[in-house]
């Protein structure tokens, strides 16, 4: 099918309602016959290591917890370099540079506005910054971890579309990560501002906050952004856990300008959690 097609047919089916009944779905317990035979199916068509996964005594009651399974100890490491920068997620790397005052690449021939897709007076402190974006295949670990060390000045829900963040829409959507659905978590450091914008994407049923109880993708979504008291602002290390996609979707990490030097990427190579991405300029 025209990829031009998909776009036009994606644009008409209910995007947000499928979603949400998806989450429902996730939810609802299975018997254990069904939900091993789905969850060996899933493993098996996405190459999920499950070896890796912390399974329940009981196994997987419903889907989600499957899609949000924890890892066991030890089997991702956290880069330790004082200004090492570490991934996020297991993910793809899609697209990563300088942003042009507040323009950011989404595909070749395509960008959009650092301020559309945070419309705060927040979006100020990335003109000129950097930028990495990252794609969860669905057969990635979901949880989304910290990519520095600092304190959490806030979040920033958004409630948008949840069109689907395949290729042929990246690539054919102008403005797409700024139209999804979004939960951005503040992260301030010594060297600057982070900002981690997890994006929506359809039969995302939700995405959580480990650090607070705001969620998107509900029935009632409302636009919230929330910073914390001066005293009372979380505390992060690099690698803590700050995020769980109850499916799989896209991550772009906004950086302050001049605060980041990204390693040797390339766009399209797979990095994991507490993978050094980049490291902080200056001493």
């Known amino acids: 099918m025209n990829d031009n097609l998909k776009i036009f047919l994606f644009r008409g089916i209910p995007k947000g309602l499928i979603s949400r009944i998806f989450g429902i779905i ?7 016959f069904l939900i091993d035979r789905i969850i060996s199916w899933y493993i098996k068509k996405y190459g999920v290591n499950i070896e890796e996964a912390v399974i329940p005594a009981n196994g997987f009651k419903n889907l989600n917890r499957f899609f949000t ?16 920068i570490v991934a ?20 070749k021939g395509v960008d959009y506005s650092v301020r559309d897709l945070i419309p705060s007076k927040m979006a100020e402190k990335f003109i000129d910054g950097h930028f990495i974006t990252l794609y969860l295949s669905p057969g990635d670990y979901h949880r989304i971890h910290t990519p520095v060390t600092g304190e959490i000045r806030g979040f920033f829900s958004i409630p948008g579309k949840l ?4 290729e042929f829409m990246v690539k054919g959507m102008k403005g797409l990560f700024a139209v999804n659905e979004r939960l951005i978590t503040y992260i301030s450091t010594k060297k600057g501002d982070v900002a981690v914008c997890k994006i929506g994407a359809m039969n995302v049923g939700k995405i959580s906050l480990s650090y607070d109880s705001a969620v998107t993708n509900g029935f009632f979504r409302r636009r919230r952004e929330f910073f914390y008291e001066a005293g009372k602002a979380p505390s992060v290390k690099k690698g803590d856990e700050i995020g769980i996609f109850n499916l799989g979707s896209t ?11 990204f390693d040797r990427l390339r766009a399209g190579q797979k990095v994991r959690v507490g993978e050094k991405i980049g490291e902080f300029t200056g001493p």
């Open 26 to 32: 996730a939810l609802i317990p299975l018997p254990a």
């Open 69 to 84: 399974r924890e890892l066991k100890d030890g089997v991702r490491k956290i880069s330790k370099g004082k200004n090492d």
């Open 88 to 107: 996020t997620t297991d993910s793809r790397v899609d697209q990563f540079g300088k942003l042009k005052k507040d323009t950011i690449i989404q595909a």
């Open 163 to 166: 069109f689907t963040v395949q």
């Open 251 to 261: 991550v772009i990490i906004l950086f302050a300008k001049g605060m980041i030097r």
